[in-house]
């Protein structure tokens, strides 16, 4: 089962500053191998469902070692039997409306 | 790793009506053992994170099963390292500090 | 238009604690005279569309008073135009399902 | 009040494909002359409170002037005080901490 993800984890209890736990995320997923493209509230990531969930434990992991003592993340799950979607095609979906438009 | 994830599966593609979807997802977690508690737009979950995991991909298994083509899943996930902290008590520590009031 | 909303307002940069400001809204919530329920990971909220979101904004402005520099709310929305669904009845939808049950 | 935000309108009972009432809601937010940007599981929105929470009701109207029953909304929002960010700021701020990196 193939999946695509939007991730945003919170550290609490370090700061005002996440940056450098959300960017240890992301070295998370760079390293999982997993396809992903980050935006200003999250991160996409798309792959088999095992390996995205993997690598969503260990970002819980790698913060809390971090020290941050508490975590929240909201995350959307998408999963469809339907047909194979990757994250460019369903940008696609939507902009392909919009063609010729100016 | 303990954690608490709030959990709302919405099933696309099956008409208006998704609550008997939503009623074979409290079956899943049920049926798993895990301590919950449904609210009017999701459900409350806690337990060790893997348990916890395996159920959700059993609720998207379970719903695409059913007939559901696509699915699209929204999840909190909490986890803190300071101390354990179970559902109840999340709730308590903000309603007691109401204690008194009328 | 009538809306249930879930809502989850998590203060960043005031520690791990953040019971008092989610107390914080939830009088903000009662004030405002909207039907609610607070659960392990959120509050869910019913009523008009501009009054309860009248009510959000009033929670942000309240939460950064206390002194909180920066806030990441998580919420759903939800709204329906084939029937009026109350909180109660969201959740009776699903239960009524087990009825018999053991 | 500044805010960022990020959105995911899902509309139940339509079918499986909703990439018209997702074009639908990009149309409402472009001609509310916000800054925005789609992703693969959202658009970020950013400006002031009003003006953004204005443009959320309406992709709710529209999409249900477009025949949908029901909807139901995922969106996070971000405020803070201490200082102004925009979303190419918030991207920034974590993948500067990859430069250098091949």
């Known amino acids: 089962m ?3 993800i939007d991730i945003c984890v919170v550290p609490i209890g370090v700061g005002v500053s ?8 992301q070295e998370v997923i760079r390293e999982a191998g997993l396809e992903h493209r980050m935006h200003a509230y ?7 469902w095992d390996d995205v969930m993997a690598a969503v434990k260990r970002c819980h992991e790698v913060v809390h070692e971090m020290g941050a ?5 909201t995350m959307k799950i998408s999963t469809r039997t339907d047909r194979v979607q990757h994250m460019d095609e369903k940008v696609a979906s939507v902009t392909d409306r919009f063609d010729g438009k100016p």
């Open 69 to 73: 003592p508490r975590i929240t993340t």
């Open 42 to 48: 999250g991160t996409n990531v798309e792959g088999p």
């Open 2 to 4: 193939n999946v695509i």
């Open 18 to 25: 996440v940056s450098a736990h959300v960017a240890a995320c």
